[in-house]
């Protein structure tokens, strides 16, 4: 079985996730090689195949010409498996090479089975096993859910002649706006889920959040119904962070939730459902209500 | 010029249940709404019809029942609603499902010249994010994925400027017409019905186009025309985290024994 990992560079750097792609392939006993629009100068620790095209005349993302350059390096290696990461280049790019090579295409895959791929759904709630059927397929996994490995040495690199592509024009970057607050940087994240109940009840989950030194955090129902800014969202679509001490009240443990917060050094989940998903990442569980228990341990954490 | 957006009736995930017996999805009583990501490309789609005229279609695949999604989108100003709905459209993966949506814009921009289609970013069932992308490469359309602000339209050079969210950045890019942009919630707020459009929603026709209509190869559709299998559909299996204390029965001494908990672990700045 044969692999090709499709890495990335963000902002003229490679990124640590395309190690993550080595690691999944080497959780499925697969051949690998490699394919970045990068830059020479910077290659990774690998000692494969590598097709390498350079992101100054290729630019960092231009899609369609990405495309092309995916595909020949696709009929170059002839792989079993296209495997992108599902951030917002693997998001716009594997579909495309997917339709393109008219085969299936299996997205944000979390783990491996019995020759499936497990991926969420219904909100992380319920996990799927799926096989593709066609000969090839293309595959996106969710950061963080493979190990990375680094297998050092130094890639045998083919350089991909570059083919012009009309379609989409770059115009420009622009830095996100400035947010409010920069969970990242917190130590202690007090988030609230949907579990809260109303509105009126997030301020409980903030004064707990108060009261341990940390800031407040949101899923993303509750930012949805705006009961909190969006600039506290964890989770692949918010942030994803990684504080000394993470608490969950009330939030059942969407896979894009945990995705954005199972780092973190400790987990506390306060519950009312003590099977809910996130007990599988809380290094400690709480069953109570809510508006019953945060008070009283925000109470006794004053004292 | 036409913009068609693409909606879907999923089941309101944050309702849904696991029956703890069967370890399978409660699906009773789970009500339906639009994909939440699919009403901001409806709204997107309304904003562009009121600064530029341009009229607007909304398409869903789905079962008889889909045709509220549909009345929904009527009420909110869309001129013209089409269910895709046949027994032989059943059972189908993001794949086969590009091919009905393809080929229903097709027939639509005989009868009128399709600029834009616009879809949500992902649906919250299925979160695969694919068929957006599938219509754009089998239509040949420009793709723009994850927008999250409309820069600029040229009606007149058929140009579309959009803001697309990236990590940590944005990209600004900008492609001719006809082009499929899937959005994110950040695009806009979408807009509630009035009172006199629901009420003319109420008798406004939703098209139903079957297979007869599209004639599409029924290998290509449908359940046979999927290149996916979901083999099965399980809970997440897991190790639990400890569980402290009681706090449903005694929450005062849940708390005390927690704090020495995480005293413990050096987690409590004193």
Known sequence: MKTLLIGEYREGKLLDSTYELIGFAGQMGADTALFLVGSEGQLPAYDGALYLADTAVAGEYNPDLHKLLVLEAVQRENPDYIVFLHSSYGWDLAPRVAAALQVAQVSEVIGT???GFEVGCCNGKMRRSVKPATGKAVLTIQAGAFLGVRPGGSPKVTRLSNVSAAGVEFVGYEPAEAKGVDLAKAEVIVSAGRGVGKKDNVQVIAALAKALGGELGASRPVVDAEWVAHD???????????????VACGISGAIQHLAGMKKSDFILAINKDKDAPIGEVADVLVVADLMQFVPALTAQLQK | MLIVVCIKQVPDTTRVQIDPVTNTLIRDGIPFIVNPYDTHALE?????????GFRVAAISMGPPNAEA?????????????????DRVFGGADTLATSNVLTRAIELLNLQEEVGLVLCGKQTIDGDTAQVGPGIATRLGYTQLTL??????????????????KLEGRHEIVEAPFPAMITVVRELNQPRYPTVPMRLDSV????????????????????????????????????????????????????????????????????
């Open chain 2, 69 to 85: 999604t549909l009345r929904k989108a009527l009420s909110l100003g869309v001129d013209k609603a089409v269910l895709l709905s």
């Open chain 2, 203 to 270: 008798d406004a026709e939703v098209a139903v186009w079957s297979n007869e209509m599209l004639k599409l190869d029924v290998a290509s559709i449908g359940l046979k025309g999927s290149p996916t299998w979901v083999s099965k559909i399980f809970s997440p299996q897991r190790e639990k985290g400890e569980i402290v204390g009681d706090g449903l029965n005694d929450p005062l001494a849940t708390a005390n024994l927690l704090i020495d908990k995480l005293l413990s672990k050096d987690l409590l700045a004193i």
């Open chain 2, 147 to 164: 927008v999250d602000r409309i820069e600029q339209v040229d009606s007149l050079r058929k140009r579309i400027r959009v803001r697309r």
């Open chain 1, 113 to 115: 089975r019995d020759g």
């Open chain 1, 232 to 246: 506290h969202q964890v989770g692949t679509t918010g942030q994803t962070v990684a504080p000394k001490l993470y």
């Open chain 2, 44 to 52: 997107a789609a309304l904003q562009l019809k009121d600064r530029f």
